[in-house]
């Protein structure tokens, strides 16, 4: 098995290495401050600081600590420092990584680096990023190693992962939709990485493309990124295009707010967006959302027991919750969410749910909200009883059509990482 | 605050309207936006951290979630900033306040610090009367042999802080203070260097800490809960949160 890996990894190596083009010379890339400007437009769209940026650390200087299922890693140094950053690699060198995930030493990434998406990013957009990141500040830190476990922390397995799951290769317009949607599309497969999140993961930490962006739990985080195809879940198709920007720009919405990870994403990345480009992701988002009923979802929680947790959900609704959501869940949007018919409240998945009330949260701080209204955690003033009582009252009134949740997924959500 | 006001009032008319095209009678939440919003002021946007330190910062039954009204504005500020940026380690307060601006935790401060609830009860004493006196002399003497400082010497005569860095300790349970001096102990808690409070919770021994925990939480609200002006004592070494 051991050999056959090596052999294949060989294999690849030289593959690789036969078909990447000789590596042009630097000054082929501009670094004029328009196209440096461009590219830092660019990093924003692609997030590349929430994750090369550690807490309180040097702008892109990496070391930032991302658990998953597999051990730790850390995320590297892009700043241009040659020693311990990205100061040595060409534009060349930098659009391989991007584009196939490749390192300048053909080293394999790991995919939590989110090559799978970036490799449908132009050469164009790679280059201002790559000219973007050549005027930031050297900062000279070595990057840390991996923290894997045995058997991951073997870099040969990567192979297998690709194999299975990565497919090179540029956005291909689709001619058949106009321009913008095509660049809301271009937008949210590439720099914007959201499948990362929005597709379902499987033991393997791989994602396939067939069943793309129609959610999943995000592993180590315990939150739900939900189904951006199933308008059950966070289907946009019968949003409107106002409300879909204004989630994705202000974080809030006439529909819904965002809190958790994709709080993260509209605080770094997407409050920054042109109009013109946040619109065409939302014109994207609502044509990929579809009407289709999901699958009839069946509660496990005898009748008895769900009628209890009705009647105590509704005593723990209108004393703590009614004041601001309103007694029929109708919310003050954009500021105080609805809750009847809230496809996150609805959908499946109840840990978005669960863990807005044991911990409540705060959308994040925009140019359009920089102040916004913040939901009390009540996770040490309900009992793990009252909280499934709550959820479930909210899941199945106002004709919501969610199925009851017990004390026990209240319990286990408890202790799921805040941080 | 008239124009984003009315840029607010426009945009969720503008909303009202956008719904009651797009979304059909499915959807009651659209005929709620005709009106009904959340008062435009601090006080509701702060309602988040109302189950555990109280509508007005005054605290709440739980004796290790610390009273915020009336603490110096800038203590409060670099305590919201190091929750933020995870200095400060404490996941539910690190989770709430990840993605919001400094600007707006500026503004929260600022609010917390103009409270004036009234003192929670004293809390009535568990340890003996030695060790009473002996939390009474740290906090109001200190121990010059091992060079503790007084903590009135920073904290103020009266236990209210000092602007625009220093806590008050007055309103807060032992359970809290001890927990506290704590984490400055085995450095979960820090502030920018040097670290003053690091530097006095290494050299109290776990009878200090309960002594003085207990002293600071059995006191009387004094009749002005207000911080000490900026500058009305020379602090006995430097502080990296308290610029002099």
Redesign the interface.
């Known amino acids: 098995m051991m050999v056959l890996r090596s052999a294949s990894l060989m294999i690849a190596i030289a593959i690789v290495a036969a078909s990447v083009a000789p590596a042009r010379a630097q000054s082929n890339v501009s670094t004029a401050p328009d196209i440096v400007h461009r590219g830092e437009y660019l990093a924003r769209a692609g997030d590349c600081i929430a994750c090369h940026t550690a807490?309180?650390g040097k702008l892109f200087a990496g070391g930032r600590a991302m658990p998953t299922p597999f051990g730790t890693l850390y995320s590297t140094n892009i700043t241009p420092d040659p020693q311990t950053g990205i100061g040595n690699w060409t534009a060349d060198q930098f659009y391989q990584m991007m584009h196939t995930g490749r390192s300048p030493d053909q080293g394999l990434l790991y995919p939590a680096m989110p090559f799978p998406s970036y490799t449908k990013v132009t050469r164009e957009d790679s280059d201002a990023i790559y000219a973007y990141l050549k005027t930031v500040p050297p900062v000279r830190q070595q990057n840390r190693q991996h923290d894997l476990r045995f058997p991951y922390n073997n870099r040969a397995l990567i192979i297998g992962w690709r194999t299975l799951f990565f497919n090179e290769g540029e956005y291909k317009p689709n001619a058949q939709q106009s321009a913008e949607w095509n660049r809301g599309a271009y937008l949210v497969e590439g720099l914007g990485h959201c499948g990362m999140c929005h597709t379902p993961i499987n033991a393997l930490g791989g994602s396939s493309e067939s069943q793309a962006f129609q959610g999943g739990l995000i592993p180590m985080q315990n939150w739900y990124a939900p189904s951006l195809t199933n308008n059950k879940e966070a289907g946009l198709g019968?949003?409107?295009i106002?409300?879909i920007v204004?989630l994705l720009r202000t974080g809030i919405s006439?529909?819904g707010a965002v809190y958790g990870p994709m709080?993260?994403v509209?605080?770094n990345s997407l409050q920054y967006l042109t109009p013109e480009d946040t619109r065409a992701m939302a014109v994207y988002l609502k044509s990929i959302g579809q009407g289709s009923p999901p699958p009839k979802v069946t509660s496990n929680i005898p009748r008895t027991e769900g009628r209890l947790l009705l009647s105590l959900g509704k005593t723990v609704y209108d004393q703590h919750c009614a004041s601001?959501h309103?007694k029929?869940?109708?919310?003050?949007?954009?500021?105080?969410p609805?809750l009847?018919?809230?496809q996150s409240i609805e959908m499946e998945s109840a840990v978005n749910a669960i863990r807005m009330v044991l911990?409540?949260?705060?959308?994040?701080?925009t140019d359009a909200n920089?102040?916004?209204?913040?939901?009390?955690?009540?996770?040490?003033?309900l009992s793990d009883d009252e909280v499934a009582a709550v959820v479930t009252y909210i899941r199945v009134t106002?004709?919501n059509r969610g199925v009851p949740v017990s004390a026990a997924d209240a319990n286990r959500l408890r202790s799921a990482?805040?941080? | 605050m008239g124009g984003p006001l009315l840029n607010r009032s426009r945009y969720i008319f503008s909303m009202a309207a956008v719904s009651a095209v797009a979304l059909t009678t499915q959807l009651p939440g659209a005929a709620a936006q005709n009106g009904a919003q959340p008062p435009d002021t601090i006080a509701a946007r702060v309602l988040g951290c109302a189950p555990c330190h109280g509508k007005e910062g005054e605290g709440t039954q739980d004796v290790y979630f610390p009273r915020l009204a009336g603490k110096p504005a800038g203590y409060l500020f670099n305590q919201l900033e190091a929750f933020r940026v995870g200095r400060r380690k404490y996941p539910p307060m690190n989770y709430l306040l990840e993605f919001q601006r400094p600007d707006y935790l500026r503004t929260m401060a600022e609010y917390f610090a103009g409270l004036r609830p009234p003192l929670p009860e004293p809390e009535p004493s568990v340890v003996s009367a030695d060790l009473l006196k002996h939390g009474e002399t740290l906090v109001t003497r200190g121990d010059y042999q091992r060079n503790i400082p007084a903590c009135t010497s920073c904290h103020g005569q009266s236990l209210t802080g000092i602007e625009p860095g220093i806590p008050g300790l007055v309103g807060l349970r032992s359970k809290y203070i001890s927990a506290q001096i704590g984490a400055f102990r085995y450095g979960t808690r820090s502030a920018p260097e040097p670290d003053c409070m690091q530097l006095v919770a290494a050299r109290l021994t776990e009878q200090d800490v309960t002594a003085v925990a207990a002293w600071l939480a059995s006191r009387p609200a004094p009749a002005n809960l207000s911080p000490a002006a900026k500058g009305s004592y020379a602090l006995p070494f430097a502080c990296g949160s308290e610029p002099q």
């Open positions: 807490p309180e019968d949003w409107s106002k409300d204004d006439a529909r709080a993260e509209v605080y601001c309103g029929n869940g109708e919310g003050m949007p954009p500021n105080y609805p009847a018919h809230n911990n409540g949260g705060y959308p994040p701080g920089p102040k916004p209204y913040g939901m009390p955690p009540f996770g040490q003033t106002w004709g990482p805040l941080d």
